[in-house]
């Protein structure tokens, strides 16, 4: 049996509010969610704000502490790891943020913030030899190796966004999560550098954790998807199956949400209303407030993922007699 | 109205020519606007798409001379109604501004005063306009019918809330519907569904198109994304570097594109089609231009695959190849 | 080391110094910090005469071309005592202020980095310090320190304490909670090496800002504390004590008081105009 390269199971992240005298609740930002990934694999999770795919992603790399749940990363439990094994099972997981403009230190230059991974791993002996190595890495996602040694704020957002992208795969990760990684760019910017990315997975064979909200970027990279609405999975699947065959009322909804590149394609959407607070998220299912399905039972019943297809699981009650 | 006279002539709202827009910079001057020229006719709709630095967002908020104080009015005109807004005095401008000619931002929250209600709120716009002689009851009836028409449920609730009170897709119906309130010639958008949800996006670009058709709107959209452009708009002016590429009826953009660059963008949109996953997308090349020295000739010929020699060195006008489709660029000049 | 100092100084780069170039309040408020840090290093070459001792049968001279700005009651040349007060005012502000931001600073910074309950009982200690009047901190470190140079600067840095420790516990936080050191945590970088490498040269910015125009407000301070004899002792010349002085000669030789009161305004007035300016600057939410 091949080990799965992540395996996280019933994670919750809560977030305590600061209350002065009292506690008071907590923000389920993700509540229960069970996600694994195989060596290679590139799995988008979609879902609105709030839904909590940034924080799910964060998680399973332990950058932001999970409150409950199990995760395994290389067949490795690191849900509990202590900070010194966790620094060394870095080199494995990387990230890449959505903000190309937040995410590198204003006061290194490129060759530092690239080169940092290299040294802490101690993966280059030499000043020179990181040079090298951070030159051939510029070059890989497209940069000049001029830029060396220049400041990001001598960079276009592009420009840093790729910079990023060249520390996240610096030290040979098995694992990248980008976390909206093209949000913040044009379109002409986003499609050179999703085309990097899928050039970066298949010759280095990285599994990448795709958050977006946009459906057609993530359909695009993903293998497998997983929709997330108010801190839960509500279906997940093949890239495919998924968004050709969609089950769920919120998938349905989200795809029909997407305004089309194609006027003779418009909007028709008929579900009103915005995702809840998840600091009190609707009892039973999350989506029933604005669910057009909803039924009696669902106001009472938090439905769990059932297996509809091989891999295409479903957490609604509109089908449960397939469980 | 002592410009009916000219308005009663022609079914044009807004006619823009020769518009020059510079930046004051630390590097120099950025020509964010250089030489943009358009017209809307009433009940129409235009969407302005580009990327950033195209030029679009100074062009809209030029409409409403809402400008940084570094913006250099370089040349041209924009005459809304028959006068030129850029002429006017600042008193006379205040009457236009809300009432007239409406705006409608990004950042639903950071349009709303946080301490007035949603009903004071609406109030003030009124009684700049059309409320101006109601009494209490009927200015609350009117506003209740205009967050009907926005779609917001329960109003007479919504009057009484703050705007923190709101989810941004409520705030920005009731921008929408401030915006609409004192039925203006024009309504400025500029990016007004990129900060929420796509499921949120989708209700209001509905609305829009709802509004548009039910009221004779005219409407201006700015925005970077094709695919909401393609929504809600019957032209669309595509903006590169400061100029307009390609000026057609939105189905002729979308169907036969004949700037480069716009079927270069159009390719570089992802679609949730299986062959694209398999083909890949496309992409443009380089990056976008430096606007304090844009490159000359054609701004787009550096990154343009099918660049002439001429296209470094003559700047391409507007050119007419069938009935309202405009295109500046040289492969069509025989056809001038 | 030499990384960090250049880590500091390299992205101030050509477009910055411009910007400061630019700014009119840098540039004026810059001429007079220079011009009067010029006259505190240089005091013992271009002092006329000593400042301490004088020619009783001279006392009380107006200006003349002798003594440009006069004589004092005990015929000290009052040109000499001005520009060595400088140097007496520098040390005082550079050495309060040194003290304020290396404990201010590194205490509230590394609360904000660590967070938690050493942070709330810092910030409980500093807030309890902020609720009292600047000078009556000032003023209760001195009376029970006693007068004296340095325990004039020890007050300095007392009463500044509290203020650079929540300033720097802010910028720490803000830049604590960045992508940038969230990237750097993923990357495996201990905490100390993400506090010296990411925390610590983008937290500068504000603290450089404070300390300038603390610097100003604790020249004033130092000149009121010895104005009420709590600072330093005679004959030593100190601004404010040379104001002291003149009070039984206000009419009579107003020239006591005029010339170092005008020093002490416009040293006071140009850290004031630099730090306005370097906020405009390094403050990025104040737009150009």
Not at chain 1, 232 to 239: D, N, P, Q, R, T
Not at chain 2, 107 to 131: C, R, T
Not at chain 3, 216 to 221: E, P, V
Request: aromatic letters at 6%.
């Amino acid at each position: 049996m091949s080990e799965k390269l992540l395996n996280a199971e019933s994670l919750t992240v809560h977030f305590a509010r600061a209350g002065f005298l009292r506690r008071s609740h907590p923000v389920k930002a993700v509540d229960g969610v069970s996600i694994s990934l195989n060596a290679g694999e590139v799995l988008g999770i979609v879902g609105e704000s709030g839904s909590g795919k940034t924080t799910l992603g964060k998680a399973v790399i332990r950058l932001i502490e999970p409150t409950s749940g199990r995760i395994k990363f290389m067949g490795i439990d690191i849900t509990r790891a202590k900070e010194r094994e966790l620094r060394k099972l870095r080199k494995h997981m990387q990230i890449v943020h959505q903000d190309p403009y937040s995410s590198l230190n204003p006061r290194m230059r490129i060759v530092d913030i690239i080169g940092r991974p290299l040294v802490i791993h101690g993966l280059v002996g030499s000043e020179k030899e990181k040079r090298e190595r951070v030159a051939e890495l510029l070059r890989k996602v497209g940069l000049n190796e001029t830029l060396l040694f220049r400041f990001p704020h001598e960079l276009s957002g592009g420009q840093r966004q790729r910079v990023s992208i060249a520390r996240a795969i610096a030290p040979m990760p098995k694992l990248i999560v980008l976390d909206e990684p093209t949000s913040a760019l044009d379109v002409s910017v986003q499609a050179q550098l999703l085309n990097l990315l899928r050039a970066i997975r298949s010759e280095l064979g990285v599994s990448y954790i795709f958050i977006s909200h946009d459906l057609s970027v993530v359909y695009y990279m993903s293998d497998r998807i997983a929709v997330m609405y108010a801190g839960k999975i509500v279906e997940s699947g093949s890239a495919d199956e998924l968004f050709f065959n969609p089950l769920h009322p919120y998938t349905k909804l989200l795809l029909s949400s997407i305004p089309q590149p194609d006027p003779k394609k418009r909007i028709d959407i008929t579900i009103e209303g915005e995702p809840p607070s998840p600091v009190s998220p609707p009892p039973g299912c999350r989506f029933h407030p604005r669910c057009p399905m909803a039924m009696e039972d669902c106001r009472k019943v938090d439905p769990e993922p059932i297996e509809v297809e091989k891999g295409h699981f479903v957490s609604c009650l509109l089908y449960r007699d397939k469980a | 109205m002592t410009y009916s006279i000219q308005e009663s002539r022609t079914d044009e709202v807004l006619r823009i020519s020769g518009l020059k827009i510079y930046y004051k910079g630390d590097l120099g001057l950025v020509k964010a606007v250089d030489g943009v020229s358009l017209s809307i006719n009433r009940g129409s709709s235009l969407a302005i798409v580009g990327e950033s630095g195209s030029g679009k967002t100074t062009l809209g908020h030029a409409i409403m001379r809402l400008l940084p104080y570094n913006a250099v009015i370089a040349g041209g005109e924009i005459i809304f109604n028959g006068r030129n807004v850029l002429s006017l005095s600042k008193e006379e401008l205040r009457k236009l501004r809300g009432y007239r000619l409406t705006m409608v931002f990004q950042e639903p929250s950071a349009a709303l005063n946080p301490v007035f209600k949603i009903g004071s709120f609406l109030k003030d716009v009124l009684k700049k306009g059309k409320g101006a002689s109601m009494s209490e009851s009927e200015l609350k009836e009117e506003m209740i019918s205009l967050l009907r028409k926005v779609r917001i449920p329960s109003p007479e609730e919504v009057l009484n809330k703050y705007p923190h009170e709101l989810s941004g897709g409520m705030k920005q119906r009731v921008l929408i519907a401030a915006a609409i309130a004192n039925g203006p010639d024009l309504m400025i958008a500029d990016e007004p569904t990129s900060a929420l949800d796509v499921s949120v996006q989708a209700q209001i670009l509905k609305l829009l198109d709802e509004l548009r058709a039910k009221m004779g709107l005219s409407l201006i959209f700015i925005t970077h994304n094709l695919g909401v452009a393609a929504q809600v708009s019957d032209q669309i002016a595509v903006m590169y570097a400061g100029k307009i590429m390609e000026l057609a009826p939105t189905s002729s953009i979308f169907e036969t594109p004949k700037h480069p660059y716009t079927s270069m963008l159009l390719k570089t949109i992802p679609t949730i089609r299986r062959e694209l996953k398999k083909e890949g997308l496309a992409a443009i090349p380089g990056s976008l231009p430096d606007l304090t020295s844009p490159p000359p000739g054609c701004r787009f010929h550096p990154r343009c695959p099918m660049a002439m020699e001429d296209c470094r060195k003559v700047d391409p006008e507007p050119i007419e190849v069938e009935k309202g489709h405009f295109v500046s660029c040289l492969l069509y000049r025989d056809k001038a | 080391m030499s990384g960090f100092l250049e880590s500091l100084l390299t992205p101030q780069n050509k477009m910055l110094l411009r910007k400061l170039r630019r700014n009119k309040n840098v540039l004026l408020g810059g001429v007079l910090v220079l011009i009067f840090i010029a006259i505190a290093i240089l005091s013992p070459i271009i002092s006329p005469y000593s400042p301490t001792s004088g020619n009783l049968s001279e006392a009380l001279r107006p200006p003349s071309s002798n003594h440009p700005f006069g004589t004092d009651y005990l015929g000290r040349d009052i040109l000499s005592r001005v520009i060595w007060g400088a140097r007496i005012s520098l040390v005082v502000a550079v050495g309060g202020i040194a003290i304020s931001i290396l404990s201010g600073a590194i205490i509230g910074g590394f609360a904000g980095y660590i967070g938690g309950a050493i942070d709330d009982l810092t910030m409980g200690v500093v807030n309890i310090l902020l609720a009292f009047p600047d000078i009556l901190l000032a003023l209760f470190v001195a009376a029970v320190t006693g007068p004296g140079l340095e325990n004039v600067i020890l007050a300095i840095g007392v009463y500044n304490f509290p203020q650079f420790a929540r300033i720097a516990r802010g910028a720490v936080i803000s830049v604590k909670t960045s992508d940038y050191v969230e990237a750097a945590r993923a990357s495996g970088e201990t905490k100390s090496s993400i506090f010296f490498r990411y925390v610590l040269p983008n937290s500068m910015s504000p603290i450089v800002v404070h300390a300038t125009l603390r610097t100003a407000a604790s020249i004033l301070t130092a000149a009121g504390l010895s104005f009420l004899g709590l600072g330093v002792q005679p004959p030593t010349p100190e601004w404010g004590a040379m104001i002291s002085e003149a009070l039984y000669y206000l009419d009579a030789a107003p020239y006591m008081w005029v010339f170092p009161g005008i020093f002490l305004v416009l040293t006071v007035l140009g850290f004031n105009l630099l730090g306005d300016g370097l906020n405009d600057v390094l403050n990025p939410r104040i737009k150009d």
